[in-house]
């Protein structure tokens, strides 16, 4: 089983500030999600990477599989960006469903 | 587009209680997975459908839990005789096969 490890667990922040949110997990896999839920429950998919580095707005996630380690980092914090993020693998490699999730870090930017 | 919607998105029920929860994922989406979150945790795996038969429903905790998805769309997770260990957060996600998650907002359910 795929043992998936975040660092911090809590995180809080001045606007402005970068970010960085760190992933650890057992078993090589074939892609790494990070994920954003907000107060409420709802999870909002942000980034399925396999490899190198994607960028959307100002959310950058970075993946080395051989390290088996993923970061997310946000540039230019703001308040609405105080949310738990969390990371998820597959079970193995290849496995697509039935993924596995960190407990998540939840960040909080005051203004 | 609608993405993945899942109601009711509260529900609060009494011990020893049945309840439904619904699932609609996006359209065209052949893989259909539900998670259960606990306070203070990560969503866990349930059960993942693909088309309307169950792939792995290995996740489910006992057989008080039940869920189908009878024409590959729609899928409702049944809880028999709740107990107050089942108050949780319901996601439902969906998929294209091989594709990313979309996650629905959840079902918060409460058992008293």
């Known amino acids: 089983k795929n043992e998936v490890e975040q660092s911090p667990q809590n995180l809080t922040a001045q606007e402005g500030e970068f970010i960085t949110i760190n992933c650890s997990y057992s078993v090589g896999i074939s892609a790494l999600h990070w994920l954003q839920q907000h107060p409420g429950g709802g999870i909002v998919s942000l980034f399925m990477?396999?490899?190198g580095k994607k960028k959307h707005g100002r959310l950058i996630a970075t993946i080395n599989i051989q390290e088996k380690h993923s970061s997310l980092h946000i540039t230019a914090s703001h308040p609405r960006d105080s949310a738990v993020y969390i990371c998820?693998?597959?079970?193995?490699?290849?496995?697509?469903?039935?993924?596995?999730f960190g407990k998540g870090t939840k960040l909080t930017v005051n203004p | 587009g609608a993405g993945v919607s899942q109601t009711p998105s509260n529900k609060v029920t009494e011990k020893g209680k049945y309840v439904e929860l619904r699932c609609d994922p996006i359209?065209?989406?052949?893989?259909l997975y539900w998670y259960r979150q606990s306070l203070g945790q990560g969503p866990e795996f349930l059960i993942y459908f693909q088309g309307t038969g169950a792939a792995d429903d290995s996740g489910l905790p006992n057989d008080r839990f039940f869920a189908v998805r009878p024409e590959g769309s729609v899928s409702t997770l049944k809880i028999q005789r709740t107990e107050r260990g089942d108050s949780a957060v319901y996601l439902c996600a969906s998929s294209s096969t091989g594709g990313r998650a979309f996650f629905g907002p959840g079902t918060r359910l409460t058992v008293l």
């Open positions: 990477l396999s490899s």
């Open positions: 998820a693998v597959p079970p193995s490699q290849g496995g697509s469903e039935k993924l596995v």
């Open positions: 359209s065209g989406h052949t893989a």
